[in-house]
Each structure stands twice: as C-alpha cells, then as structure tokens.
C-alpha cells in the first residue's frame, strides 16, 4: 500500500469536489472520489443552527425550511471585507456584516458570527471525511484550487479554512492551470509552448482566463505540472451563469402561464422556486434534445385546473440564452486583448471547455466560431477541476514521476472488430500529430446501431487493451450485413487528445467523440505494456486470428443456412449433402473454438472455412441464377472485408 495520498479540491462556489491521481498505485488513473451515495458533486452549503453542522446535498435540499441558518455560495466573501463583497450581498440570502480587522462575517440568525474560512472549513471537512472513506486511509493533505484572480488574502483566507478542517493545503493552483493539468498539457516533456484559453462557465459565475504554456519549467524535472503556466489575463462576470438562463426561461414561462390562464395572480415565491425548478430542468434536456414538453401544472397549487403543457424548443432557449452567452463571448475577447499584450503575437492553440453551462450545444457552437478551433470537451466539465487538481497532487506527492514523456503516440490507438479483436488504426510511435482512418462494416443483417469500443494498447486482443470509451453510432438504416460503409477517423493532436469521428457513408449518420487517450499514463506503464505485448505476442497473434475466423465463419455459415433454406430443394443431393457436411464440420469448430479458443487449430478453422466455400459453389451460383430471375436485388454477400465492429 502506499503511503496517504495527496487529494485534489475544486473549492466552487457551486458546487465542490474531490478527486485522486496516481493512488494506490502509480499508475491509477485521475478519478473522483465520490460520497457514500456516489455522489460525486458536493454543494457548496452549509447549515449552521443549534442542531449542529449540515453539509451538502442535504443543507440544500432543506434550505426552503431554514432560510437563516443556510451559507451559499461563501466563496464569494473568502478574504474580502464588507466593503469589498458588496455587490454579492444582493445574492446571498444570509446576513453579511463587518468583522475585525475589516473582513465579512455571517451572522447566523442566534446572532453568532461566523467567518467565510469556518464555513467554508465545514465543506472542505466534508471532502476529506469523504477522500478518508472512499480510499480506506486518513488523508490530511491537499491541493486546492482557486480562481485564477483571487488575490492573496482571498487565497490566505483559503489556507486558513483548510487548516481548521485539518488538511495542509500543499498548493493552491489555479482553476484554469488545474483544467489545463486535467487534459494532461503540460504533461510532455517537450510539451509545445503554447496560449491556452480556459472558458469556464457555471452555475453563477463566468471566468475565461489565458494561459500560456512554458515548456521546460517545472516542479520536478519530469513532471513539470501547474508551474509551466502561467496566468496571462482574465476576464469574466461574477454574477453571470446558468442561473440566470433559468431566470430567461423562467420569464417565458410565465408569459406562457399568462397568455394561457390570463386571469391568474402574479406568483408566489414558492411558485417561482417551482418554475426555475422546471427551468433548470427543461434546459439541462434540450442540452440533448431538440425540445422538451413541460406541464406548469406542476408549478400551480393544487386544483388550478387541468394539465397546462407548453412545449420549449432548443431554438427558443438560444434564443432566450443568446444575449447572456454573448456576453461570455464579449468576455473572452477581451481576455485575449489583455493577454496579447505579453502574447508576442501567437494565436490561441487550445480552448477548454469547464463547468456544467458548457453542455448546451449553442455554447460549444459560439465558442468555436469565435475562436476558430474545436474546444476541448473530453473530460466531464464538472470534474475537469478537481481531477486536474489531483493530478497536479499526484505530482507534488512524488507519484507520478516521468509522466508522460513521448512526443510520440506512445501506444497504438484501435477500435474492437467483430469477434473481440482489435484494428490497430493509429500506431505507436507515430508522431503527433497523427490521423488515419479505415473502412468496416456490419457483421449482422439490418443492424440499426454500431458498438464502438475504442481502445489503446499493443495486444490483439480488445480485452487485453485498455478501454478508452464504448459509444453508440445509432439510426443506420435496415440493410444487410457488409453494406454499410463505415469510415472511422481518427485524429491525434499535438497536446495528445483524441478525435474520432464514425461515419456511415450511405446514411450519413455520424459520431464524433473525444478521448484523452493518456490520461495517467506513465513512462512505466507504457513499458510495461509494451513488454507484455512482446511476451504475449505470438499467443496473441494466433488468438486474435482465430477471432477473426470466428467472426467470418459465423457470418459464412449465417449466409449459407439462408440460401440453403430459400434454394436448397433446387440443388441435387450429392452437393447438398456436401454442404450439409462442411456446415456441420465448420459450426461444431465454431462452437468449440467459441468456448476455449485454444481448443481449435487456426488452420484446421481455416480449412473448414474453405471447404465450407469450396461446397457452396453450386448454392452460389444457383442462387445467383434465381436472384437474377427474379430480380432480387437487395441480397448481398458481404465483401470479404476485414471484420466490422
Ligand atoms: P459552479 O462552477 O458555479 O460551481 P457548475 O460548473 O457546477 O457551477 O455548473 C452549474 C450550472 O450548470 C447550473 O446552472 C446547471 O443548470 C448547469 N448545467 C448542468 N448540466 C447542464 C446541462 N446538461 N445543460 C445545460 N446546463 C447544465
Ligand atoms: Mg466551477
């Protein structure tokens, strides 16, 4: 077992998290830890009365019930006086008021005063109890991050409250540097200079900052982590956020209720909690769906009447959002404006995307045009903070050493066949950056949806890489196995991250995802892979060819049934009977080979396969001859092509 890891904190205003890298072994991968409900957002909420301390979802939950005792959004008083945090005070539902030495207090409705580091001490005790519980060991140690403008005593303040909950807070870093660790740049040891824009837009706060990539700095010669950034420029809106997109919905809504029941009173506080309820949740669905149905029924009290459906499409909410998101965009153009100062006139080589609001497509779409470049969307954006934050903790504990070293994709990139094998289509040691495509097909007749496994690593067999994601390629229409044309790309940049697009050519149906393929990856475990993939290779090859005959057998014997069924009255039965035979032979190896893939020999397979093709000739071509007769022309043989996924 290792010794106690260093955790990673995303102290948000919203929402907080915690997550690990590197634990219990180095070669772990960054995850969050989540609570004992699996959980892995913790609200950023504190109840603070007589009964004691409630944190989290819970104190959220009941913060109707007691409007005084319950701290929200503390984050925005850490190390600021009363004077300072003013324009906050509308937002905040508790009382602020000055305390010594010129700093903000809560004033709890017994009258008590608490500073913002004790509330915020509540949370981050949370954290750790929750760390200490998922990983089985006391933890008292972290990396938090902060915004990338907190000022000193902002970032004291920090310090202070992590040491009243009983963690050392070994670094601080930067929200944005923490995102950028997260997607692993920085990570390479020759890792291109680079500007960075991080666009994080949350529940009720926007920040976009511009950071600027310095190869060779670092914390440890290796694994250079958070000190190769630096923060260029930031700009942003402390009181703009998703929030306020349920506030515009909100505003429709009630226009709806208006125009469809006009008699009925303005609304009450409870009803408008109801209507950003049915908001927030309308918006989260058209992030996927092109419109949503919502009954305001459900925001009404009791016997209003009957059901009262309105339907709000993705056009109106873009609509309604569009001048807020513009604003964003506004943002980030001046946050570049204030970087090129010290820029020397590069352009921006990678945008992320960080924070739940950067779901809905409409963002991506607008932060794309205006930056010209595809955004980086691979990791949760919830979680790209903490993880970062892990990471950059994985580094300081001496965990991760010689993190990703190679300027060179360090191990093949591949999609799972028919069968479990694997189509190696990028290979390792290509340099970055790196595209290629290949060409499959179907395994089944009339298969509407295409699995997608893709996966990494040097071994044949899919179950012996490492899985990189499993997606869907949906809505193909019914055609025979082998028909559909399926172009996978994929694309490899030079910070590393994965594209893939799937396309079916003949529905036009099309999949775009993207993957950090070495996330966590180290120098070692590369070499690791690489020498099972040398010890395991000629067991390997052989398997993955018996795979391979698996797959095309079955689809052979699949073909072969059918016209058998449909012509075979027509043949004499000598052929027949010959047929009959090698279907025998080929399926009991099939079933053999299906159950111990060691059992059966890839030649006699291979054999079987062929004596199987040599006896349907005659099946082949009468089959052909009736087809031609009666104009049937939507059969067809699939082309001999490698196996489809
Ligand atoms: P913060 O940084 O302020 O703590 P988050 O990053 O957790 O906030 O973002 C919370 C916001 O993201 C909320 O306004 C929530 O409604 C919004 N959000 C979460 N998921 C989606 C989604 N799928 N589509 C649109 N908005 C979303
Ligand atoms: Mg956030």
Redesign the pocket.
């Known amino acids: 077992m290792a010794t106690d890891p260093i955790i990673g904190i995303d102290l948000?205003?919203?929402?907080s998290l915690v997550g690990v890298s590197a634990w219990p072994g180095p070669t772990d991968l960054p995850r969050i830890l989540p609570a004992a409900d699996g959980a892995h957002?913790v609200p950023?909420v504190v109840r603070i009365d007589d009964a004691g301390v409630v944190v989290g979802a819970l104190a959220k939950a009941q913060a109707a019930e007691h409007p005084r005792g319950t701290i929200a959004s503390v984050k925005r008083l850490m190390g600021r006086g009363l004077e300072d945090a003013q324009a906050d005070l509308p937002y905040l539902s508790y009382k602020v008021v000055q305390g010594p030495g010129q700093t903000a207090r809560v004033q709890l409705s017994d009258g008590r005063l608490v500073s913002p580091q004790e509330v915020s001490a509540h949370i981050l005790r949370a954290l750790r109890a929750q760390a200490s519980a998922a990983l089985g060991v006391q933890v008292g140690r972290a990396v938090i991050t902060v915004p990338a403008y907190f000022d000193d005593a902002q970032r004291q303040a920090t310090r202070d409250a992590a040491r009243l909950a009983g963690l050392e807070a070994v670094r601080l870093i930067a929200e944005p540097t923490a995102a950028a660790l997260a997607y692993g740049l920085g990570l390479r040891a020759s890792s291109p200079a680079q500007t960075i824009v991080v666009y994080?837009f949350?529940?009720?706060?926007f920040d976009v900052s511009v950071l600027r990539l310095t190869p060779g700095v670092g914390a440890t010669a290796t694994a250079p982590g958070a000190d190769a950034f630096e923060v260029l420029a930031t700009a942003g809106d402390t009181h703009l956020?998703?929030?306020d997109?349920?506030f515009a919905i909100v505003g429709w809504l009630a226009g709806q209720l208006q125009a469809l029941r006009p008699g009925l009173p303005v609304p009450s506080d409870g009803q408008r909690r109801a209507l950003l309820a049915l908001a927030?949740g309308a918006?989260?669905e058209?992030?996927?769906s092109e419109e949503v149905g919502i009954d305001l029924a459900r925001a009404l009290p009791e016997g209003s009447g009957g059901p009262l459906r309105v339907t709000l499409t993705r056009a109106v909410l873009e609509a309604l959002a569009g001048p807020l998101i513009e604003r964003t965009i506004a943002a980030c153009g001046r946050a570049v404006r204030d970087a090129r100062a010290r820029m020397e006139g590069e352009g921006i080589d990678a945008v992320i995307l960080?924070?739940?609001?950067t779901?809905?497509p409409v963002v991506r779409r607008r932060v794309r045009e205006h930056f010209k470049i595809e955004p980086y969307t691979a990791i949760d954006?919830?979680e790209a903070v903490a993880l970062g934050a892990a990471v950059q903790a994985s580094i300081l504990s001496g965990a991760t050493t010689g993190a990703m070293l190679l300027d060179v994709i360090p191990l093949s990139l591949g999609l799972e066949t028919a069968g479990g094998g694997v189509a190696k289509i990028i290979m390792r040691n290509a340099p970055v950056p790196a595209e290629a495509h290949e060409m499959f097909s179907t395994q089944v007749d009339n298969q509407g949806s295409i699995r997608l496994n893709i996966v990494q690593g040097e071994r044949e067999m899919a179950g012996d890489c490492r899985s990189l994601g499993v997606y869907h390629l949906g809505g193909i229409p019914a055609m025979p196995a082998g028909l559909p044309q399926l172009r996978v790309e994929f694309r490899v940049d030079a910070n590393g991250i994965l594209g893939v697009c799937a396309l079916e050519q003949r529905s036009g149906r099309r999949l775009d995802v993207q993957i950090v393929p070495n996330h966590g990856l180290t120098r070692q475990e590369v070499e690791r892979i690489e020498r099972e993939s040398f010890a395991f290779a000629r067991q390997d090859m052989a398997r993955h060819r018996i795979a391979d005959l698996i797959a095309t057998g079955a689809l052979d014997l699949g073909w072969v049934r059918t016209q058998l069924g449909r012509y075979g009255a027509g043949l004499a039965s000598e052929p027949r009977g010959r047929i009959e035979g090698a279907v025998a032979t080929l399926s009991e190896l099939l079933e053999r080979a299906r159950g111990d893939w060691e059992a059966v020999a890839a030649d006699e397979l291979m054999r079987a396969k062929e004596a199987l093709d040599h006896a349907s000739v005659p099946l082949h071509e009468l089959a052909m001859t009736r087809t031609l007769q009666q104009g049937e022309a939507n059969e067809q043989q699939p082309g001999g092509k490698r196996a489809s996924p």
Not at 202 to 205: L, S
């Open positions: 948000g205003t919203t929402n957002l950023s994080d949350g529940g009720g706060t956020g998703g929030d997109i349920d927030e918006k989260i058209l992030s996927k960080v924070g739940g609001s779901r809905m954006p919830d």
